[in-house]
């Protein structure tokens, strides 16, 4: 099959939101968002040659062939497994976006060190690139409908290696801090179009399968992050865990080039909505920020209130303005599918569940049953692993028997398991087992759950629905972290509570997080019967 012309849109040039902390933050997210708003205006210029047929782009000669989609080399174009070329490309971004995530907390305290700081100052490496990443892949999937996503995914490879680069050679905290935020900006370049590409290359009945192995390579850079970090900080320093992402973007960026197919059923070219972006991506930041901080600061706090505050108001002027402008952002009736919320809903509560887990049980096995922080770090990676293992083997058994059966059950499973957490967790075999069940339980419901949500939407609109579904699991990141803090803080009382204390904290968590995830089976029964699949008379070819 030819594959399908590529499209470059007009996008005019205007403001750009930006998170307000800290001032070096700001700045380096300037940088990073002038950086893509320069390739996207850059790639209208070679908006003319778009009307030309199948063979134009053979004529553009220079720099104008770096702006619009290559086709593949025949021979990928003609291997009948072609799409499973693609889909490893995409693990690789899905995989070093999951292991930057959480490879980096483990050089906080060699940072502080290096750089004489706080722990408030250095938290900004880790939330600076978090802010920018969930803030940003909402809108970039937009402008990724538009433009083409093998064109923003293949050049996000690009701007996050610059970023990488930038950050192995950062003199300072400020500086490191202003680069990781370029580097945020190339991973919600990936994270827009992961899925998205999935979704547009892979045959239908296949789709579940290969969400399902694509969110095997997220858990596996969860789990392997805090022991390659380890691995990287002994051999070279911190500076290293940046600069390995270096090569490993190059051959990302070389794949995406060769081996994703062109874009196709893309949304008509439109200006883009930049005052929408301009307010949405405030408004996350002041969210996330909120959510981030309320525990060290306070929830009463005035600057935790005025962060609320000012995210509800910005909220509602973003909602007001998708409503009314011809070309929004975020096409807000995606909203009214009941599959595609109830999923983003499920999804959101399943990531706080998760992260929640990732949060206090650490606390428990350290300071209940005294492990050291090595072996504590290996029981907690049985989790991921089978999160891993599990998916694949319920991404394909969502392509025969659909994803409601699958969600419900594996959150059914992880209520059950954090309820036998809450009475059952004296011994350490114990426990262990409870987290390998409880990995399987999120790694049945993730893919499928991420599948019905691609699936519920027109394909010329999957690229804002993954940015969509990509800002949940950034949310619900911060929201596990902040909430099972909270609950485990109320209940244990001071950091350094006895092995009683933090025993009764890690049970009211448990009972905590087993209460989230009934509401998100509640939730992801609601979706529905449907299989798998598009709308035929949108996705025809």
Known sequence: MTEARAQVTTIPTGPTGTNAPPLDAAAGAATGAALLTSTLAASAATDADTAADDDADGDLTGWRRLLVEQRRPPSIRARPGAHWLVLATVCIGAFMSQLDASIVTMAFPTLQRTFHAGLGSVTWVGLSYLLVLVGLVTGVGRMADMVGRKLLYTYGFAVFIVGSA?????????SLIGFRVVQGVGAAMLQANSVAIIVLALPRHKLGRGIGIQGAAQALGLALG???????????????????????????????RYLVPRSRDLQ?????????????????????????????????????VGLFAAAAVLAAAFVRRERRVSSPMLD???????????????????????????????????????????????VLGVMPVALGITAPVAGRLA?????RPLTVAGMAVVAAVMGLLVVAHGSLLVVTAELVVLGVGLGTFTPPNNAAIMGSVPRAQSGVASGVLNTTRGMGTAMGLA???????????????????????????????????????????????????????????
């Open 166 to 174: 930038l950050c192995g050679l950062a003199p300072d905290l400020p």
């Open 226 to 256: 805090p022991t390659i970090g380890g691995l990287l900080l002994g051999l070279g320093g911190w500076r290293l865990i940046f600069l390995i992402n270096v090569p490993a973007g190059l051959v990302g960026m070389v794949m995406a």
């Open 268 to 304: 008509a070219r439109t200006p883009f909505d930049w005052v929408g972006l301009a307010l949405f991506m405030p408004a996350v930041g002041a969210l996330l920020s909120a959510v981030s901080f309320g525990n060290a600061l306070g929830w009463t706090s005035p600057a935790i």
């Open 332 to 378: 807000l009736s995606l909203f009214r599918r009941v599959p595609f919320t109830a999923g983003i809903a499920s999804g959101l509560l399943s990531y706080l569940v998760l992260f929640g887990v990732l949060f206090v049980v650490p606390f428990y096995l350290e300071r209940a049953l005294h492990l050291d922080p090595a072996r504590s770090g290996l």
């Open 399 to 403: 392509d025969r028997i659909g994803a």
């Open 483 to 541: 909430f099972t803090s909270l609950v485990f803080g109320m209940a244990a009382g001071s950091e350094h509570a006895s092995a009683a204390l933090v025993t009764r904290g890690f049970e009211a968590s448990a009972a905590f997080l087993g209460l989230v995830a009934v509401v998100a089976v509640v939730l992801a029964a609601l979706r529905g019967r449907a299989a798998l699949t598009h709308d035929p008379v949108l996705t025809a070819e």
